[in-house]
């Protein structure tokens, strides 16, 4: 057999495997789009973009790449493309593997502050990953925020321990890396034991921020402890929702 042959019988398998290769790209997409999950294009961060970083130079340094995720996964606000950022800097940090949403980016005479949605203010909560759902709430997500705790004693019912929603909706502006610490338990000494935690900051009213800041902040709180639910546009919170007592558990 000659050389001719063979690199007409390579050329064939090569091109016999592209064109499988481009049916199952095909067939895999239009499984997702009957399965309700339409594939679309977002602009990802690929490393660390710090606050004042432009877009320019985020682009040059190699910090965006485009990635195909299903369109319910899409965060608000979400960007397909670099261009518009060209001359905007970062306002907050951008961690990898975050969507790279509009919010997060501005002139530089906003550096100094957050972009707020009109009417709300900025708080900050530091959680454990399980309690921010960790890898999932990024820049451009709504979260639901539940407490625990011992509510007091009402006319028909008694005291005892309940799970209820604290804030049925909030926006995440940033999420950033920190070290909680806690105390060890039994321990005669002052050592602090260090614990995986994270900030994140949020939009939120004046009512919400000032419901978040009395479970945290205050002794005289029978309540302790934040954990966020990731909402997306089908979710449902009731806030009127009585929560889980021992007398409605198994309900």
């Known amino acids: 057999m000659g050389r001719r042959t063979l690199l007409l019988i390579a050329a064939f398998v090569v091109a016999a495997l592209g064109t499988v290769l481009v049916f199952m790209y095909a067939q895999n997409a239009k499984n997702a789009a009957a399965d309700g999950q339409a594939i679309v294009k977002v602009l990802v961060a690929k490393t660390q973009i710090d606050v004042g970083t432009t877009g320019s130079t985020a682009s040059a340094n190699g910090a965006f790449e485009q990635r195909e995720v299903p369109a319910s996964t899409v965060v608000a606000g979400a960007l397909s493309d670099a261009a ?3 001359s905007l800097v970062a306002l907050v940090p951008v961690f990898p593997g975050q969507q790279i949403i509009a919010a997060q980016w501005g002139a530089t005479n906003q550096i100094s502050g957050i972009v707020l949605p009109p009417g709300t203010i900025a708080i900050q909560v530091q959680l454990g990953d399980v309690e921010r759902v960790a890898g999932y709430v990024t820049p451009g997500s ?3 925020i539940f407490t625990t705790g011992t509510q007091p004693a009402t006319a028909g019912t008694p005291a005892g321990g309940v799970a209820r929603v604290l804030v049925p909706k909030a926006l995440v ?3 950033g890396s920190a070290t909680a610490t806690s105390g060890q338990s039994g321990s005669t000494s002052s050592a602090q034991q260090a614990v995986a935690a994270a900030v994140v900051t949020l939009a939120v009213t004046q009512d919400q921020f000032q419901k978040i800041l009395f479970v945290t902040k205050t002794p005289q709180s029978p309540f302790t402890g ?3 639910a990731l909402l997306d546009k089908n979710s449902k919170v009731d ?5 889980a007592t021992v007398e409605n ?3």
């Open 226 to 228: 934040l954990t966020m």
């Open 142 to 144: 709504q979260v639901a």
């Open 249 to 251: 558990l198994f309900k």
């Open 173 to 175: 502006l940033a999420v």
């Open 239 to 243: 806030p009127l929702n009585t929560g």
């Open 84 to 86: 518009p950022l060209a």
